[in-house]
């Protein structure tokens, strides 16, 4: 469960309530030092709901402010309050439970497949005894990686960024690769061309702060 103090500053970019189970669920992006974030406030046994704003005209975006739990020990419910741009707008919900959560996304993954790399200690040199057992540690960990770029050119989204072109390229030979002592350096430079590509890729599909 994500801390509520990181959708402070955020857009409330949507809000869904299902009446019949009781539920609710906010979306929340935040955007910092050029890295997107989205959050997600699910609540159970809903019981009110409220949209409060003194501003009549239909806003731009909707920045959250301020976020804030008051626990009720008499119905066992708490109140949520949830301050749209200033205290004269805001949304008041009474649940029984709720939390924050980050849900996976094609820039939230692509986050965990590089910090999962970061992990992984490169050998200091092809020839070792480690060197088998990271291209073996690389290419699991990539496994879900090739699923999450495949779909990224599918869908055309950056398809003609030349690192994606470079990036499946590498997966295919690292793939292909049985490790021989007269090939390996040539394996080692790709492979550290490989992670070069994964960081320009992230780097690409990060939104840049506007």
């Keep these: 469960m994500v801390s509520s103090d990181a ?3 955020g857009q409330l970019t949507s809000l869904v309530f299902d009446p019949v189970g009781h539920t609710c669920e ?3 992006t935040t955007c910092e030092g050029g890295v997107t974030r989205e959050y997600v406030v699910a609540a159970a046994g809903v019981t009110s709901l409220e949209f409060r704003s003194s501003i009549p005209e239909p806003w731009a975006y ?3 402010t301020e976020f804030h739990e008051e626990p009720d020990p008499t ?3 708490c109140l949520l309050q949830i301050i ?4 004269d707008a805001g949304i008041d919900m009474r649940c029984a439970s709720w939390e924050v959560t980050e849900p996976p ?3 939230g993954m692509l986050r965990e497949v590089l910090d999962r790399h970061r992990l992984l200690e490169f050998p200091a040199h092809p020839e070792s005894d480690e060197f088998d ?3 073996l540690s690389l290419l699991d960990t990539d496994a879900f990686y090739v699923g999450l770029a495949s779909a990224v050119v599918a869908g055309g989204k950056l398809a003609d ?3 994606l072109g470079d990036l499946d390229a590498e997966w295919t030979y690292l793939r292909a690769f049985e490790p021989s002592s007269d090939r390996d350096r040539a394996i080692h430079d790709d492979a550290r061309a490989y992670l070069t590509s994964l960081s320009q890729l992230l780097a690409a599909l990060v939104p840049v702060e506007r």
Excluded: C, D, K, T
């Design 7 to 9: 959708l402070w500053g």
């Design 105 to 107: 996304s094609g820039v």
């Design 75 to 77: 119905s066992g419910q």
């Design 133 to 135: 057992s990271w291209l």
């Design 84 to 87: 749209l741009w200033s205290e």
């Design 161 to 163: 960024r030349p690192s």
């Design 26 to 28: 906010l979306r929340v």
């Design 62 to 64: 909707s920045e959250l």
